[in-house]
């Protein structure tokens, strides 16, 4: 079943629910008892459907304008941008090592604290300073994604972010 079909569909259960309302209120249902009744009892069975339906059809539509926009080079590129600018800066060893990366990936910068360096245990330094590198990574990759995914209205595509 194609995507047009489905919310067609899902669009008609939509409307059908809102006809179901309209003829509630209708003055010659009103009169007839029997007939408000029988109105009464399928508007409330095809509630949660139809509100189903409207969620799904609101999600379809989100998922259209997500795609739209990222389809917009000039919005793509400058998201990309203003994440390439941003930086981020993670210690280790108690701050003995810092770490300074930017939006892209880039080490922009390592400061290393001369307490920290000890020549018989090159070890503990190199420890310090891939986990202050690997942290600071992490928040720049983190930052990325939740700035796409602003960009895109919170919604989650795999394979863009």
């Known amino acids: 079943m194609q995507e047009t079909d489905m919310k067609e569909k899902l669009v008609k259960i939509i409307e059908a629910y809102d006809e179901l309302q309209a003829k509630m209120g209708d003055p010659a249902v009103l009169a007839d008892q029997k007939e408000y009744n029988r109105l009464a009892k399928e508007y409330a069975s095809q509630g949660p459907l139809a509100k189903k ?47 300074t990366a930017t939006g892209d990936g880039s080490i922009t910068g390592i ?21 202050a590198v690997n942290e ?21 595509i795999p394979g863009l972010m």
Do not use: C, H, W
Request: aromatic fraction near 4%; charged fraction near 25%; avoid cysteine.
């Open 53 to 99: 339906a409207a969620e799904y059809v609101g999600a379809m539509d989100d998922l259209e304008a997500a795609k739209e926009m990222l389809s917009d080079a000039d919005m793509k590129e400058f998201a990309q941008e203003e994440i390439a600018a941003m930086t981020f800066e993670a210690s280790a060893g108690g701050g003995m090592v810092k770490a």
């Open 111 to 131: 400061v290393i604290d001369p307490a920290a360096v000890d020549s018989e245990d090159v070890e503990m330094l190199q420890d310090m300073v891939t986990a």
């Open 136 to 156: 600071a990574l992490r928040s720049a990759s983190e930052a990325a994604n939740a700035r796409m995914g602003a960009i895109m209205g919170g919604m989650k």
